[in-house]
């Protein structure tokens, strides 16, 4: 009998179905109830979110995120439920946290701030605006966390997944990593961020359906335990799953597990059908996958792929590919939606720009001992040079949108002072596009595949010397962000 639909099953990337307002930390909310009673509220104020240092000990990121965190923004407003809680919540004496004419204003919320970003797939490099608002201070504020838990984690796993595309050097590389995911949500982005970074598909079938990502699978290792002998498992899935048959061969003994599997996939071509790979999943991989490429050539299975697994990461492929291992797909679980070495990106959103009553911008500073963590001040933006004879990226430069306009493709000023001449003839763009106008979303989001295809062409644009590319401020700015830190030390 064949099951029958009336409509058909389209992508629906959202996992969530309502408000995710709450999803903050409470002092974004008391800082929030601060700035209305204090009618700061209103005042225009703009905010970078960017990262100090690259991940992995890389040099660079891809930034990825950005289609959540518009779902988040389209669907802010605070729920009668919300409120009713948020009435619940007591301060160090006992009384009321939140009056009932700051949440009056909350339960009649809307987000109404202009939002600019750099796109998915792009590399981005250290202190960097990602993301600017701008807009009421107290909206601009209170989407601070949110923005970077979406934005944080997911530029985190693209960029660990280019890492290990690269190392895997033109191998395909496949997402297995829900069931040590760090919850639903780290599950799902992950299989949306490992996409963009350059995976061909997951083991995530939530994310297949709902991101359009391809899906890929075979058997475990109970499968095989639950019959008398390896062989009569393999049978028994090859009736099930003629066409998906990927055995996983070292429940056992690996190499009698790659004949076990050769077995029947003669047997499988005697109807018209395919052995398309196995599995290995544990011992030396090198060593294994040499010895399985040899019986199954030797078997005539040269089409059969093999497909490893087992802990698996950057560091560790490159190893495997040094010593020769004949590994065709790689399985990569754990240290890719994990983030393995490193669990953060370490992202953050500072208060760049204030308006002052008479309307006009007073830029803003936050400084430290620790100079890499002075933040830069105005209205960010990213302009990226480009080379039409080597058709290659030459030099990002970070400037002021609200400084007086002039001729910035002279050079690019460092953080540390050093120059970098920019050939006037070099063409450029900026990197962060209009996302919304007045909380209305004005940008068209690209598919997902898109995006992958997006992310390739960026990091083959940067090569060879995405390890040493020049970022730094427009001069102007530079100058401006030395006399504010003399100044405040005065």
């Known amino acids: 009998m064949t099951l029958q639909f009336k409509t058909q099953i389209k992508p629906n990337n959202s996992i969530y179905g309502s408000s995710l307002s709450l999803m903050t930390d409470l002092y974004q909310l008391t800082m929030a109830a601060a700035y209305f009673g204090q009618q700061m509220h209103e005042r225009e104020a703009v905010f970078s979110l960017y990262f100090r240092k690259a991940p992995f000990g890389g040099k660079y990121a891809i930034v990825a995120g950005l289609e959540t965190a518009i779902q988040y923004l389209q669907n802010l407003s605070f729920t009668e439920n919300d409120i009713l809680y948020l009435k619940t919540l007591t301060d160090g004496a006992g009384s009321r946290l939140f009056s009932d004419y700051f949440l009056r204003y909350l339960s009649n919320f809307k987000f109404t701030c202009d939002i600019d970003a750099i796109p998915e797939g792009t590399v981005v490099f250290p202190n960097q605006p990602l993301v600017r608002v701008e807009g009421g201070l107290l909206a601009a504020q209170l989407v601070e966390t949110a923005l970077l838990n979406i934005i944080n984690f997911q530029t985190l796993i693209a960029t660990k997944a280019a890492h290990i595309v690269q190392a895997a050097q033109g191998d395909d590389v496949v997402e297995f990593g829900l069931r040590r995911a760090q919850g639903v949500d780290g599950g799902f982005s992950a299989s949306r961020a490992a996409y963009i970074g350059g995976c061909v598909a997951t083991s995530n079938v939530l994310a297949g359906k709902k991101l359009g990502i391809p899906v890929k699978g075979t058997h475990a290792h109970s499968w095989v335990m639950c019959f008398d002998n390896e062989l009569s498992a393999f049978r028994a899935y090859a009736k099930e799953m003629p066409n998906n048959c990927i055995f996983l061969v070292d429940t056992y003994d690996t190499l009698e597990g790659v004949k076990n599997a050769i077995i029947v996939g003669k047997e499988l071509e005697k109807k018209n059908q395919r052995l398309i790979g196995i599995r290995l999943d544990s011992g030396e991989l090198a060593t294994l ?33 040094k010593e020769g291992a004949r590994i065709d797909t790689w399985g990569v679980g754990t240290n890719l939606v994990t983030g393995g070495e490193q669990s953060a990106l370490g992202g953050v959103y500072k208060l760049s720009a204030l308006k002052t009553h008479n309307k006009h911008w007073q830029d803003k500073i936050k400084l430290s001992e620790n100079s890499s963590k002075t933040s830069i001040p105005g209205c960010l933006q990213v302009r990226r040079f480009f080379n039409s004879a080597t058709q290659k990226y030459e030099g990002d430069m970070i400037y002021d949108v609200s400084s007086p306009q002039i001729d910035r493709t002279d050079i690019i000023h460092t953080f540390d002072g050093r120059i970098i001449d920019q050939p006037n003839d070099f063409g450029s763009n900026d990197l962060l596009e209009p996302i919304f106008r007045h909380g209305n979303l004005v940008y068209e989001q690209p598919k997902l595949s898109k995006i992958q295809e997006y992310t390739r062409e960026q990091l083959s644009l940067f090569q060879p010397i995405l390890a040493n590319y020049p970022v730094g401020l427009e001069q102007n700015l530079y100058q401006k962000r030395k006399t504010m830190i003399e100044q405040h030390k005065k």
């Open 289 to 321: 996958s040499i010895e399985a490429r040899k019986l199954l050539d030797e078997a005539g299975f040269h089409h059969t792929k093999i497909i490893a697994s087992n802990d698996l990461d950057a560091d560790s492929i490159i190893g495997l590919k």
